[in-house]
């Protein structure tokens, strides 16, 4: 079946370094791949996307190329801040773009935390 | 913009007690999910929902019922609350026809005593 792994947390950062969190995934076809963020108390948002191979996603300075050689799909900031701190879910869907109505599958995600 | 509301934001049961969460979308988006999410763990499929009158299962559906009579509405029965039910549910919705975007609800806090 399809899967999703991401890096353990909590992850601690100081202001302005570079992030990485890495995100690796079992699926067969073409899957779509989604980053979601969740603030304490809040639901999930969606962060960035990227639907083929190659393609990179990218939003409020994060960034993740989709890898289909390596089956990854990390997350990277090159400078983060103290209200980027929350959890970041990896995710994928596993229907072809535009079709099936089928549910995403989540990393079990991970927690970021920016010391100011 | 209201999105996805869930109510309530927080809920304590009784063993055995039963209950509904409820589930509104103004989007007017067809699909629509409910997940669970349980400590240090990435979110899982209970049941969704293409249309009216359209529900199936998904991961984990034991112990939920679910009914769709309107476009707008996807609620979320527990009949028998168990333990094992302590968690975060989260609702879900999405439009037909586009990559599997889904917007999410602020989430249901429950906990089964």
């Known amino acids: 079946g399809n899967s999703v792994t991401q890096m353990e947390g909590p992850v601690t950062l100081s202001e302005e370094a570079f992030l990485t969190i890495n995100c690796t995934y079992t699926a067969t076809g073409y899957p779509s791949l989604f980053w979601y963020v969740q603030y304490p108390g809040e639901g999930l948002q969606l962060l960035l996307k990227a639907t083929k191979a190659d393609d990179k996603g990218s939003n409020k300075g994060f960034e993740a190329t989709y890898r289909k050689e390596t089956t990854s799909f990390h997350l990277e900031k090159g400078s983060v801040q103290v209200s980027d701190s929350a959890v970041y879910f990896c995710?994928?869907?596993?229907?072809?773009?535009?079709?099936?109505?089928?549910?995403?599958?989540f990393g079990k995600g991970t927690h970021l935390i920016i010391q100011p | 913009n209201a999105g996805v509301t869930q109510t309530p934001k927080f809920r304590i049961l009784k063993i055995g007690q039963s209950m509904t969460l409820q589930c509104t979308q103004d989007m007017n988006h067809n699909y629509m999910y409910w997940y669970r999410q349980d400590p240090g763990m990435g979110l899982k499929l209970i049941y969704y929902?293409?249309?009216?009158?359209?529900?199936d299962k998904g991961e984990v559906p034991n112990g939920y019922n679910v009914s769709r009579s309107t476009t707008e509405d996807f609620p979320l029965r527990l009949e028998l609350a168990a333990p094992s039910q302590t968690s975060v549910y989260f609702c879900?919705?999405?439009?037909?026809?586009?990559?599997?975007?889904?917007?999410f609800g602020a989430g249901t806090r429950l906990s089964v005593l």
């Open positions: 995710a994928l869907s596993a229907s072809y773009s535009g079709g099936g109505a089928d549910g995403l599958t």
């Open positions: 929902s293409v249309g009216a009158g359209i529900t």
């Open positions: 879900a919705s999405r439009d037909t026809g586009t990559v599997n975007i889904q917007y």
